[in-house]
């Protein structure tokens, strides 16, 4: 069920937060932090994957981390490329349970395309990526 946070009453509202507060085991005020975090930017996703193990292929991994919440939806995959990738963004991007508002992923092929970049578009969904030979802001 997507969350309608901003149509709620002042009742309803206070269940979200006691929700929050029940599921990461937040403080009243950290759970308050993150709801004006979130009206205040929105969610942003992390997205990364890993594959190869001795020069075989293996499987890959996609992790999408919600850095306000640290909700997370983890996916595997046979392969990356953009046939396997597409239905695994759209699953991602509909089994959050709040608005995504931006998308940020390492410099792969996989996310940058222009498939990809119409459905974030066509979703009204920022997408940003790590350039090439930085610093990655990923804590894995």
């Known amino acids: 069920m997507k969350h309608q946070y901003f149509q709620l009453g002042k009742a309803d509202r206070g269940t979200v937060t006691w929700y929050l507060r029940k599921v990461t085991g937040y403080f009243l005020t950290q759970a308050k932090r993150l709801i004006r975090q979130y009206i205040k930017t929105g969610v942003i996703i992390d ?20 850095e306000v919440t640290q909700f997370q939806i983890i996916v595997t995959l046979e392969r990356i490329s953009e046939g396997f990738m597409l239905p695994v ?10 608005k995504i508002k931006g998308f940020h992923t390492g410099n792969g092929s996989e996310y940058i395309n222009y498939t990809v970049a119409e459905l974030l578009e066509k979703l009204r969904i920022e997408f940003t990526n ?3 030979g930085t610093v990655t802001t990923m804590a894995w």
């Open 89 to 98: 963004l759209k699953q991602i991007l509909t089994a959050y349970p709040f």
């Open 130 to 132: 790590h350039a090439p």
């Open 47 to 66: 997205s990364v994957h890993q594959g190869d193990q001795n020069k075989r292929k293996g499987v890959y991994q996609v992790n999408a981390v919600d």
